[in-house]
């Protein structure tokens, strides 16, 4: 661990005494990158431990209270999660306790709340995130990819040749997610200064490419989410807030009119429907769904796994609504929906760096459009570590609160 005194935090300038704990950062970190790249080669059991020890840990995290400067830290985030994880566990035991057995319940509670426990832990700590580590991984992933598609060929999916999955069969979407992780990762780390052009680059091209090719749509918006909100900060500074909230809000005003014309006239026979894959008819048929059941069922849910349904959209399987938050609806009702929003909300208050901001706001957008970081929650973990980058990485620090970035 490393102490140093940061004189550049809050709005004005200030001397605090900072603890900076990269350890436990880089080990959450490293565990599911591991999980991530070789769980399709470890036993089944070895995988689900190490899921369930990172998940447990940081749902312990999430959950007890946090000392600052020898006096306990209220964070009203901490009473928020609770409720999500008494009211699940209130649903299984009053309504739906012959979906599962106890022991297949708690693994599943942990799962599901993985990723959350993971927004409150990594927007808090002031833990760093070791460098190498993280290129590491993102270097496997990419050398995986190549090799799998050389040992397989390509992989059918969706009627579209794309490369073969690195994360095993059937999952195209579990390795954009994780090439999309590491690809924001590396922006970041060349952001900060902690690798050069030609590092950035002989990690960020072949990341990129990787994740067009697998053409994981939700991927993308969750990319350009990050870097328009990266833009939108680099903008509010030139324009000051005035004018550039006046400047946001005429904007939102033009994107939603031309919405709401596409949706009434069209757009040259254009089908948001198919378009989304069927998301947006999914979506409405999750809405009438939850407004037809009884009212405890749209307050607590229905259980784990209860999302999984065959619709007249997607007939030929049971599949999920593809979207995190009308998942949580169903299975753990409009109570652990609201805690959700709410810890989100006090995150975002929480969050200084725009650089920070910009990772949830790639998170919420993946979460809105599909099912990708709060269903599979290493991935999110992994993820949300990149925020740790904005923290001093731990090698890369010399006196008087200032981090000097390594060269090349």
Same mark, same amino acid.
């Given at each position: 661990?490393?102490?140093?005194?940061?004189?550049?935090?809050?709005?004005?300038?200030?001397?605090?005494?900072?603890?900076?704990?990269?350890?436990?950062?880089?080990?959450?970190?490293?565990?599911?990158?591991?999980?991530?790249? !070789?769980?399709?080669?470890?036993?089944?059991?070895?995988?689900?431990?190490?899921?369930?020890?990172?998940?447990?840990?940081?749902?312990?995290? !999430?959950?007890?209270?946090?000392?600052?400067?020898?006096?306990?830290?209220?964070?009203?985030?901490?009473?928020? %999660?609770?409720?999500?994880?008494?009211?699940?566990?209130?649903?299984?035991?009053?309504?739906?306790?012959?979906?599962?057995?106890?022991?297949?319940?708690?693994?599943?509670?942990?799962?599901?709340?993985?990723?959350?426990?993971?927004?409150?832990?990594?927007?808090?700590?002031?833990?760093?995130?070791?460098?190498?580590?993280?290129?590491?991984?993102?270097?496997?992933?990419?050398?995986?990819?190549?090799?799998?598609?050389?040992?397989?060929?390509?992989?059918?999916?969706?009627?579209?040749?794309?490369?073969?999955?690195?994360?095993?069969?059937?999952?195209?979407?579990?390795?954009?997610?994780?090439?999309?992780?590491?690809?924001?990762?590396?922006?970041?780390?060349?952001?900060?200064?902690?690798?050069?052009?030609?590092?950035?680059?002989?990690?960020?091209?072949?990341?990129?490419?990787?994740?067009?090719?697998?053409?994981? &749509?939700?991927?993308?918006?969750?990319?350009?989410?990050?870097?328009?909100?990266?833009?939108?900060?680099?903008?509010? #500074?030139?324009?000051?807030? #005035?004018? %550039?909230?006046?400047?946001?809000?005429?904007?939102?005003?033009?994107?939603?009119?031309?919405?709401?014309?596409?949706?009434?006239?069209?757009?040259?026979? %254009?089908?948001?429907?198919? %378009?989304?894959?069927?998301?947006?008819?999914?979506?409405?048929?999750?809405?009438?769904?939850?407004?037809? #059941?009884?009212?405890?069922?749209?307050?607590?849910?229905?259980?784990?796994?209860?999302?999984?349904?065959?619709?007249?959209?997607?007939?030929? !399987?049971?599949?999920? =609504?593809?979207?995190?938050?009308?998942?949580?609806?169903?299975?753990?009702?409009?109570?652990?929906?609201?805690?959700?929003?709410?810890?989100?909300?006090?995150?975002?208050?929480?969050? #200084?760096?725009?650089?920070?901001?910009?990772?949830?706001?790639?998170?919420?957008?993946?979460?809105?459009?599909?099912?990708?970081?709060?269903?599979?929650?290493?991935?999110?973990?992994?993820?949300?570590?990149?925020?740790?980058? =904005?923290?001093?990485?731990?090698?890369?620090?010399?006196?008087?609160? &200032?981090?000097?970035?390594?060269?090349?």
């Amino acid at each position: 661990m490393t102490i140093f005194y940061d004189e550049t935090v809050g709005e004005a300038p200030r001397e605090r005494l900072v603890l900076r704990v990269w350890g436990p950062v880089t080990l959450l970190f490293v565990a599911s990158a591991f999980h991530t790249l !070789a769980f399709r080669f470890t036993p089944d059991a070895f995988g689900h431990a190490v899921a369930g020890l990172v998940g447990l840990a940081l749902m312990l995290a !999430a959950l007890l209270p946090a000392i600052s400067d020898g006096r306990l830290e209220f964070d009203a985030r901490k009473i928020y %999660f609770l409720v999500m994880v008494v009211a699940t566990m209130g649903a299984y035991f009053f309504q739906v306790a012959h979906y599962a057995s106890a022991v297949e319940f708690a693994t599943n509670l942990i799962r599901v709340q993985t990723a959350i426990a993971a927004v409150i832990f990594f927007s808090t700590t002031d833990g760093s995130l070791s460098v190498r580590p993280a290129l590491l991984a993102y270097a496997a992933m990419v050398l995986l990819a190549f090799l799998m598609t050389a040992k397989y060929g390509l992989y059918e999916y969706g009627g579209t040749a794309r490369p073969y999955p690195f994360t095993g069969e059937e999952t195209v979407h579990p390795s954009g997610y994780a090439l999309m992780a590491a690809l924001i990762g590396t922006i970041i780390l060349k952001m900060r200064g902690a690798i050069g052009w030609r590092m950035a680059l002989l990690i960020g091209v072949p990341v990129a490419g990787l994740i067009l090719a697998y053409q994981v &749509r939700t991927t993308w918006m969750m990319i350009i989410a990050f870097v328009v909100v990266l833009a939108l900060f680099s903008i509010r #500074r030139r324009l000051g807030p #005035r004018v %550039f909230a006046a400047s946001l809000g005429a904007g939102f005003a033009l994107v939603m009119l031309v919405i709401g014309l596409v949706m009434a006239f069209g757009l040259g026979g %254009f089908d948001l429907s198919q %378009f989304s894959s069927g998301r947006t008819s999914v979506y409405l048929e999750r809405i009438d769904l939850i407004v037809h #059941r009884p009212v405890a069922e749209v307050l607590f849910g229905t259980g784990i796994g209860s999302d999984s349904l065959r619709t007249a959209t997607w007939w030929w !399987a049971e599949k999920d =609504s593809h979207n995190d938050f009308l998942r949580i609806v169903i299975e753990q009702g409009v109570v652990c929906l609201a805690a959700l929003i709410l810890i989100l909300g006090a995150t975002l208050r929480r969050l #200084r760096d725009p650089v920070r901001i910009a990772v949830m706001a790639a998170l919420v957008t993946g979460s809105f459009l599909s099912n990708g970081l709060l269903d599979r929650p290493l991935l999110a973990v992994m993820f949300l570590a990149t925020m740790a980058f =904005s923290a001093v990485p731990d090698k890369n620090f010399v006196s008087e609160g &200032r981090w000097v970035p390594e060269e090349g």
